[in-house]
């Protein structure tokens, strides 16, 4: 990549398995160790985060692309993209080129070759993406599972337990 990146891992796992819920959980505990944290999270869905009737609304919708809105309290990009492009996970992390990041934890991209996380919950009966993913260096599951991974088994219901994972092995030979 023709920027600096921080290390980047991600949160694979099918819908309904609490990414989210994990990662909302994961940031505070990584944030304790004075990291500066940016995420990355890929939606299936349209989604609007503008409301008509506000100005940055109606001048994205007059066609200014992208609109920057800016306050002394945060900023944000809403840029229009083509419908008919595949989002990259390269792409995204351009965006944050320039940004002062120790890591960037990305929810989604699961078909994406870059360092992983699985997430799997056995009662949701979907298959494991391990081992068809050679990029998944850990499976974190709410249980055991029947035959272990190859790969350190991670325990779903201790956030800690995968802050320390992601501390360390995976920073420290990241960088």
């Given at each position: 990549m023709p920027f600096s990146c921080p290390p980047v891992l991600g949160f694979a796992a099918?819908?309904?398995t609490g990414k989210t819920t994990l990662l909302a959980k994961l940031i505070p505990l990584l944030k304790a160790h004075a990291l500066r944290i940016g995420v990355i999270k890929h939606s299936h869905h349209d989604f609007e985060i503008d409301k008509p009737g506000k100005d940055s609304f109606e001048l994205r919708k007059a066609g200014a692309n992208p609109v920057l809105l800016v306050s002394q309290y945060r900023r944000a990009i809403v840029e229009e993209l083509s419908p008919t492009a595949d989002v990259k996970l390269a792409d995204q992390l351009a965006?944050?080129?320039g940004t002062q990041l120790d890591l960037v934890l990305v929810e989604g991209f699961r078909d994406e070759t870059f360092p992983?996380?699985?997430?799997h919950r056995p009662a949701l009966g979907k298959p494991l993406l391990y081992p068809h993913d050679p990029w998944i260096i850990a499976v974190a599951s709410d249980r055991p599972l029947?035959?272990?991974p190859d790969r350190p088994w991670l325990d779903l219901n201790d956030p800690k337990a995968i802050?320390?994972?992601i501390l360390h092995p995976f920073l420290s030979h990241s960088q």
């Open positions: 099918f819908s309904g965006a944050l080129s992983k996380i699985e997430l029947p035959t272990p802050a320390d994972f």
